[in-house]
């Protein structure tokens, strides 16, 4: 298993180019199955999850291709409306296929997803909000069996703003019968990219990126190419990165009205940030302040996949702050492993205290979920010494190249197989 080694110290400067969104192409890619024709999308990332939605594709029977940042998924051969046991738990945010196949087939078998690391992640809303619109639901032996013969449209009420929820009741609704209302929606960039795509195909969709989504159920919908938005949380992790050594760095081909929370927070951190058109410089040469509190919710509030990041400067910070974790149950894997290396964090329950400290010391760390394991990357640049990371795939399912990334800005990091 590989392992990510860092000579902390070094200040980050220069300038790094953001790729397309984790978040956003992989509801995308579930989308392709619904045009039964070709789909070319550009900006796509390179990504352990990427790949595992590529593998779903194909088993499908759709034909993908990558050439660089562009996939071209053709999807008039699907022979199949179940996926596999092992193919859900490579990624448990393929639930989101169960509402393009259920569109596309009327019928879908698709293993519970499961938790992760961060939480036990429940579906309840999913299957709630499907069953709404006339699709019979049994959960059994693990698996849950769809079957809609028909799919009516519906006024449905999320009792919470769920991502993945809004991305399959979107999917689902895109052909049924009449127009469907859906509201208390997530209003993520993320759905605003998915309503894109899917009315670049032909469907009738309006409202992402507010609190009511109206969907016009259509008969068709036909090719499509689309380029994917750029990813905020990748954009934010490198600024991070920047904030915690105390260097001037650039990210380029980013959307900053997507990151405003995290701007914020790091402004209030004692950053200096300059904001132009697609690119956002970020610089700190003075003291890292401390935030008086970080409350993680649904966007446009502080994004809770940059919690741990955040964090992680935090503990260097001249102050005590405080994170509140409003979204998932278990999201402080992280914390132990700062601890090590020197950090000052109370956790309780779901609020955690990080007193600043003087310096972080280079330690043997182990990355225990994706964005958890990116807060080890950040505070390992500015420990003294060596730090060791363990557990890097967690890593690489949302980080392209992040060593070599980091490497270009002048850190002093490489990743050892
Ligand atoms: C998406 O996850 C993202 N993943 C997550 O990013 C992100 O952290 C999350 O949204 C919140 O922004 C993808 O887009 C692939 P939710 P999702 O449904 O859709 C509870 C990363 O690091 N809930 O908004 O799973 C749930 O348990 C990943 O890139 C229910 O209770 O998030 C959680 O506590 C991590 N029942 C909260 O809602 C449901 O039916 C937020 O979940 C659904 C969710």
Known sequence: MSRIVIAGGNILEGEVNVNGAKNAVLPILAATILNGGINVIHNCPELKDVSASLQILEFL??????????????????????VPEQLMREMRSSVIFLGSIISKCRKAVLSYPGGCEIGPRPIDLHLKALRQLGIKINEAHGYIYCDAA???????????????????????????????????????PEIVDLQDYLNAMGAKISGAGTSVIKIEGVE??????????????????????AAITGGTVKITNVNPEHLQAVLAALRECGCKIYVEKNTITLSRTSTLQPVDVIRTLPYPGFPTDMQAPMMSVLTLARGTSIISETIFENRFKHVEELMRMGADIMVDGRVAVIRGVEKL?????????????????IAGLAAEGSTVIEGVHHIDRGYEKIEDKLRLLGADIKRVD
Not at 61 to 81: A, F, L, P, W
Not at 232 to 239: A, K, Q, V
């Open 61 to 82: 029977g759709c034909e993908v291709k990558r050439q660089g940042k562009t996939i071209i998924v053709d999807s008039s051969n699907i022979k199949d409306y179940r």
């Open 150 to 188: 028909r799919i009516d449209a519906n006024d449905i009420n999320l009792n919470f703003p769920s991502v993945g929820a809004t991305e399959n009741i979107i999917l689902a609704a895109v052909m049924a019968n009449g127009t469907t209302i859906i509201r208390n929606v997530a209003k993520e």
């Open 220 to 241: 068709k919908l036909h090719d499509v190419e689309h380029t994917v938005i750029p990813d905020r949380i990748e954009g934010s992790t490198y600024l991070a990165a």
């Open 361 to 377: 010391t280079g330690a043997n760390v182990n990355a225990m979920d994706l964005r958890g394991g990116a807060a080890l990357v």
